[in-house]
């Protein structure tokens, strides 16, 4: 722990004006609520909105609606390099998970391993394309493949809020999507979810499901707001290196959770998010820059052995992280070591697949390779809106120096 600037992997930086909007939402509760929906409705365009306290918690009222509309149907088929909290949402609703490796170079569902997953599928309930630190999923390559109409395809756009694919906002393609509003991700109010749908019965079991959730209590309510403003303060770049250094706040850390809360987002959360479509859209585009400067680095082909996967010839770069591949293990360990030092927040993604999570217990997935490759080599450069000009020089610096050695 060293009293010196240090960035955070990724930050969606809430201010105090937000939480005084925040606070001052909690007279005329019920009226914020209603405006952020309404307002994410038409932003996206669909007809069903539902707000909870986390993408877990969108995933889960998601699935338990599935259930509702298949009950001969208990599978969930998810790419095996993940973010836990999708198999963690999967096993709180009381389903089965059945992985697919991935293709190596797009992190989304690997073709063949696709193909041969969705032979028999008179179990399964849905599959869950997930858009990791901007790379796009292709949803509409999966619905081509999937022959069975019972099969829904539920959009994990977590990372994804206010992303674009050749027009099409991300979270819109498949029969029903959702958005995290965690920390670190596109845009945050703390902790809150997103879902939307335009499809009727799927739209009609999720408000059924999302009726019977409970609001946060007052003591709930009170925590929340003693969070934000430490993460306000101390996710600072100034300060971050003091929570990063209490172990028991294990910052950094990708932790499967057990349990989480599942309730409807509250209104404090609301007022938190009360220029969200500015703020997105300034987030957004300073991370937009600093994954082009990032795309344009590696576009010279002077950092040996260090792989980007956003190319700014085929895409737009979007990410909420910047992914590399770093397949030397040498080498990546003295880039996070020299990070570590200089407090650049260069880090590894999800340290296991989830064919390798203990936490997932006694069930027997197939061995997913790419996906195991993928946990030990993927990489994150930050991008997000701490990120300095000068901060980009000193990580590119490390990233250089490393090729050298
Ligand atoms: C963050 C995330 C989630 C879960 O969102 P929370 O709000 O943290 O519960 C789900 N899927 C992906 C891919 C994520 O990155």
């Known amino acids: ?23 001052a939402a909690l007279r005329h509760g019920e009226k914020t609520r209603e405006r952020f929906k309404s307002e994410l409705q038409q932003y996206f365009g669909v007809k069903h909105v539902f707000l909870v306290s986390s993408g877990k918690a969108a995933l889960f009222c998601i699935l338990k609606a599935l259930q509702k509309l298949h009950p001969d149907r208990n599978e969930v088929l998810v790419p095996a390099f993940n973010c836990y909290s999708v198999p963690s949402a999967v096993l709180a609703a009381g389903l089965k998970i059945r992985l697919c490796d991935i293709d190596p170079n797009t992190l989304d569902f690997g073709p063949r391993e696709l193909s041969k997953a969705l032979i028999d599928t008179k179990r399964l309930l849905c599959v869950i394309p997930t858009h990791l630190f ?109 929570p990063k ?52 680095f590696f576009h010279d082909g002077s950092v040996d052995g260090i792989f980007p996967f956003i190319d700014p010839r ?17 080498k990546r ?32 997935p197939p061995p997913c390779p790419h996906a195991r490759l993928s946990a030990r080599t993927v990489v994150t450069l930050p991008v997000h809106a701490y990120v300095s000009g000068h901060d980009r020089k000193k990580i590119g610096k490390i990233l250089s120096k490393s090729c050298v050695e």
């Open 333 to 364: 360990e003295t880039i996070f070591r020299e990070s570590e030092k200089m407090g650049m927040g260069i880090r590894p993604t999800y340290p296991l697949s989830l064919d390798e999570l203990p936490e997932l217990g006694n069930f027997h």
């Open 314 to 330: 085929y895409t737009i770069p979007d990410a909420l992280r910047f992914p590399v591949r770093i397949e030397k293990d040498e």
């Open 134 to 242: 901007g790379l796009h999923a292709d949803v509409k390559g999966l619905r081509s493949l999937i022959k069975d109409d019972a099969i829904v395809i539920v959009e994990d756009a977590a990372q994804a809020m206010g992303s674009h694919e050749v027009g099409r906002m991300m979270g819109l393609s498949g029969d029903v999507g959702f958005f995290s509003l965690g920390r670190g991700k596109a845009f945050s109010t703390y902790e809150g979810g997103i879902i939307v749908t335009d499809n009727e019965s799927i739209g009609k079991c999720i408000a059924e499901v999302a009726r019977a959730l409970s609001e946060y209590s007052l003591f709930q309510v009170i925590k929340l707001i003693v969070n934000v403003i430490a993460v306000t303060v101390l996710g600072h770049p100034m300060l971050f290196w003091i």
């Open 245 to 296: 250094g209490l172990p028991f706040l294990r910052l950094g850390e990708t932790l499967f959770e057990h349990s989480f809360l599942i309730k409807a987002l509250s209104p404090f959360q609301a007022g938190l998010a009360w220029n969200w479509k500015k703020k997105l859209e300034r987030l957004r585009t300073g991370r937009n820059e600093n994954a082009l400067w990032w795309a344009n």
């Open 1 to 23: 722990m060293k009293p010196q600037r240090t960035l955070p992997p990724a930050a969606s930086p809430i201010g105090f004006i937000d939480i005084a909007h925040g606070i």
